[in-house]
């Protein structure tokens, strides 16, 4: 049986969101908005699986054609993203280096992310778009010093991630990469959540991108240098967490950057990031207007 999935959406410009089912979504945003206006206070009181057990036996009340996928949690309070974090990818640096004894790390906006089915947007100010599908984890327990043994406690629900980087902005300054990976509508959350039950929905997930139906990157998670209770444990050493926080988890090898020549994202082009058992998020690409 397949976990439920709840999403984030808009319908005629209206914001809702709801439980995604054969034939389309059962709106319960309609239904339990004094309550919980958005799915962050859904996640905040643990009433995911409610939720969508809720909508079990409902028709839907919109079908899939009519909405606008949005990124499933609305204003999160932090959007933490980790780098280097899969073996080949640390390899692609080639500089004779260990693996890193502590995960390198940088904050994204909001602002950044679209949705499912959104383009990403190519800015005037660089032709060097680049993606990276990564699994995130959405926190669903506020804590600080949280124990690797305590770890997966905290989470609420997985989605995807394509941390779509603007490699030359990246470049722009001595000690970060904020510039690269805050375009506006450069990057993608979605589709949806799935709530966290155990953590075999985690432990060896294949995760893979591809461009315009060519697979570029493929690794699982089993392979991670730092795994999921190591980064909730090292983050919340310094930062507490809070539910909706969303932890961007790395990107295997195989971005267009590392091609030779390099194969950045172009209008026209479909990004696909897909993980077992968590679902499929694609975009497209447009140029800034």
Known sequence: MSLPRLATYSVKGA?????????????????????????REVI????????????ADRMPDHAIADITWLPPVPAP??????????PD??????????????????????????????????????AQLDYEGEIVLVIGKAGRHIPESAALDHVAAITLCNEGSVRDWLRHAKFNVTQGKNFDSSGSLGPWLVPYTQESQLADVRLTTRVNGELRQDDRTSRLMFPFRYLINYISTFATLVPG????????????????PPRYLKPGDVVDVEAEGIGLLRNGVVDEA
């Open 15 to 39: 914001a809702r969101y709801g439980a995604v089912v054969d034939g389309g979504i059962v709106d319960l945003s309609v239904r339990h908005a004094r309550d919980y206006p958005t799915l």
């Open 245 to 260: 926080d969303i932890i961007v988890t790395g990107t295997p090898t195989g971005a267009g950057a590392r091609f030779d």
């Open 89 to 126: 990818r640390n390899a692609e640096y080639r500089d004779g280096q260990d693996a890193p004894n502590y995960p390198s790390m940088f904050m994204r906006s909001p602002r950044s992310f679209v949705g499912h089915e959104t383009p990403l947007v190519r800015p005037r100010a660089s």
């Open 77 to 86: 309070e932090k959007v933490i993203c980790i780098g280097v974090n899969y």
């Open 44 to 55: 905040a009181a643990g009433k995911l699986l409610s939720l969508a057990d809720e909508a």
